[in-house]
């Protein structure tokens, strides 16, 4: 007999990642928290579906969002003293999602590069409209220079949709893949959902973020915690999040 307990899993999915390594909590200096008030709401929301580690990865996107090093450990800082004051106890880091063009490979060349982890990982993403043209020259000045280079949401650029070979190319340049978990739970459509599980089944995936913009997101969170659609895909694969 069908019940509806037999589509929720036993554990929620955070228990295969306890480290959330994309997410944009930072307060006014993207498009993600407008203020410190939902930076803080935002924060108790993930520590509530059980993260036990935040690294916030506001975007650097010249012309849109022109972030440095300092105006984002500034907005860190700001952030890690209200959550103390507030009695939310989980530790707090901060790199950057970089948008892969012409600026950041000046910001290689200049030693100006946020990264998180070990190895030293970043995270970088490309246009949702077209592949970025110096994706590769970007990801091996990264990797002379010791870093990891990790694409963002890869399941969200729609033009590699059916193309597995495209993707591959990514990882053969000795890049890692990070997934939304919103992506997972359906959030951007079904053939969004349908690539990122694909990409999972076919162990290309190395990481797992929430790419946490506002409560909304937070919400699609809540509601797939223990979904078994979601327990399923995750299970059985070594998420690198535990070793970040």
Do not use: C, N
């Given at each position: 007999?069908?019940?509806?307990?037999?589509?929720?899993a036993k554990k929620p999915w955070t228990h295969f990642v306890s480290t959330d390594m994309h997410a944009h909590f930072l307060p006014g200096i993207d498009d993600g928290a407008p203020d410190l008030a939902t930076s803080l709401d935002l924060i108790r929301g993930l520590q509530q579906l059980g993260?036990?580690?935040?690294?916030a990865t506001p975007h650097i996107m010249p012309g849109f969002y022109p972030n440095t090093p300092q105006t984002i450990q500034a907005a860190l800082h700001e952030t890690q003293q209200a959550a103390a004051e507030q009695g939310i106890h989980i530790p707090l880091e901060a790199a950057a999602e970089y948008f892969m063009d012409e600026s950041m490979e000046e910001l290689i060349e200049q030693d100006s590069i946020l990264s998180f982890g070990h190895p030293k990982c970043v995270l970088v993403e490309m246009s949702f409209v077209s592949k970025a043209p110096m994706w590769e020259s970007i990801f091996f000045h990264l990797q002379t220079k010791g870093y990891q280079p990790v694409l963002a949401h890869?399941?969200?650029?729609?033009?590699?949709?059916g193309n597995l070979r495209a993707y591959r190319m990514f990882l053969d340049r000795g890049g890692w893949m990070q997934v939304n978990?919103?992506?997972?739970?359906?959030?951007?459509?079904?053939?969004t959902q349908r690539v990122a599980r694909?990409?999972?089944?076919?162990?290309?995936?190395?990481?797992?973020?929430?790419?946490l913009h506002h409560q909304q997101h937070l919400q699609v969170l809540k509601t797939s915690l223990f979904d078994k659609e979601m327990h399923k895909a995750l299970e059985g694969v070594d998420w690198k999040n535990s070793l970040l």
């Open positions: 007999m069908w019940s509806l307990f037999s589509s929720v993260y036990q580690r935040l690294i890869p399941e969200r650029y729609a033009y590699l949709h978990l919103t992506s997972l739970a359906g959030h951007y459509g079904k053939s694909e990409l999972i089944k076919q162990r290309m995936v190395h990481l797992l973020g929430t790419d």
